[in-house]
C-alpha cells in the first residue's frame, strides 16, 4: 500500500474541502483505524437542502508520484451512529465519471475500495484522479470518520 494520508497530523485534512453546506474536517482522536487519530467529517445541511458533500482533490503532488500503475484506492471510514448509512462516492479519471456506492453500518469501520479504470478505458494514460467526492443522503446531517487512505499498485 501506498500511503496519501494517515491522519496523524494537520496537513492530512489540508486537501479535503467543504462543499455547499455547513460543513468541517477535523483530526480526531474520538476513534482510529490505525494510528490514534482520524478525520471527522462533520456535514450539515444548508436550509434549501443542496446536497452537502466533501471533496478532495487528487494531483500527483497528494499521492507522492505517478498515478501510472495503481490499481485503486483504499480508505477506511467509520459510522459513529445507530443506523445504517449510504454513502456515494463519485472520482473524476481523465474525462470520465465513475461512482460507487457503499453501505456504512453503525459502530464498523469499513473499507472503501475505488477501482482504477484500465488506461485503455481512459484514453490510453491513466495520468490522474481529478477529484473524489463524498456525500450522503439529501438534507441529513451526517459525521463519519476516515482514515487509512492509501493507493494500492499492480503487481510488478
Same mark, same amino acid.
Given at each position: 500500500?501506498?500511503?496519501?494520508? #494517515?491522519?496523524? %497530523?494537520?496537513?492530512?485534512?489540508?486537501? @479535503?474541502?467543504?462543499?455547499?453546506?455547513?460543513?468541517?474536517?477535523?483530526? #480526531?482522536? %474520538? !476513534?482510529?483505524?490505525?494510528?490514534?487519530?482520524?478525520?471527522?467529517?462533520?456535514?450539515?445541511?444548508?436550509?434549501?437542502?443542496?446536497?452537502? !458533500?466533501?471533496?478532495?482533490?487528487?494531483? #500527483?503532488?497528494?499521492?507522492?508520484?505517478? @498515478?501510472?500503475?495503481?490499481?485503486?484506492?483504499?480508505?477506511?471510514? /467509520?459510522?459513529?451512529?445507530?443506523?445504517?448509512?449510504?454513502?456515494?462516492?463519485? /472520482? /473524476? +479519471?481523465?474525462?470520465?465519471?465513475?461512482?460507487?456506492?457503499? %453501505?456504512?453500518?453503525?459502530?464498523? @469501520?469499513?473499507?472503501?475500495?475505488?477501482?482504477?479504470?484500465?488506461?485503455?478505458?481512459?484514453?490510453?494514460?491513466?495520468?490522474?484522479?481529478?477529484?473524489? %467526492?463524498?456525500?450522503?443522503?439529501?438534507?441529513?446531517? +451526517?459525521?463519519? /470518520?476516515?482514515? #487509512?487512505?492509501?493507493?494500492?499498485?499492480?503487481?510488478?
Amino acid at each position: 500500500l501506498g500511503e496519501i494520508q #494517515s491522519f496523524e %497530523d494537520s496537513v492530512s485534512v489540508d486537501g @479535503w474541502i467543504s462543499c455547499f453546506g455547513k460543513n468541517s474536517v477535523e483530526l #480526531s482522536t %474520538d !476513534y482510529a483505524a490505525d494510528g490514534s487519530r482520524s478525520a471527522k467529517l462533520i456535514l450539515n445541511p444548508n436550509a434549501d437542502d443542496t446536497l452537502p !458533500y466533501f471533496a478532495i482533490s487528487c494531483d #500527483s503532488e497528494l499521492i507522492g508520484g505517478s @498515478w501510472e500503475g495503481i490499481e485503486n484506492i483504499k480508505l477506511r471510514m /467509520y459510522n459513529p451512529g445507530t443506523e445504517l448509512l449510504q454513502m456515494n462516492v463519485t /472520482y /473524476y +479519471v481523465g474525462t470520465d465519471v465513475n461512482m460507487a456506492t457503499f %453501505d456504512l453500518p453503525a459502530g464498523e @469501520w469499513i473499507t472503501v475500495e475505488l477501482t482504477m479504470p484500465s488506461a485503455v478505458d481512459v484514453g490510453g494514460k491513466l495520468d490522474s484522479i481529478e477529484e473524489i %467526492d463524498f456525500n450522503f443522503e439529501e438534507g441529513t446531517a +451526517v459525521t463519519v /470518520y476516515a482514515d #487509512s487512505f492509501a493507493t494500492v499498485k499492480e503487481a510488478q
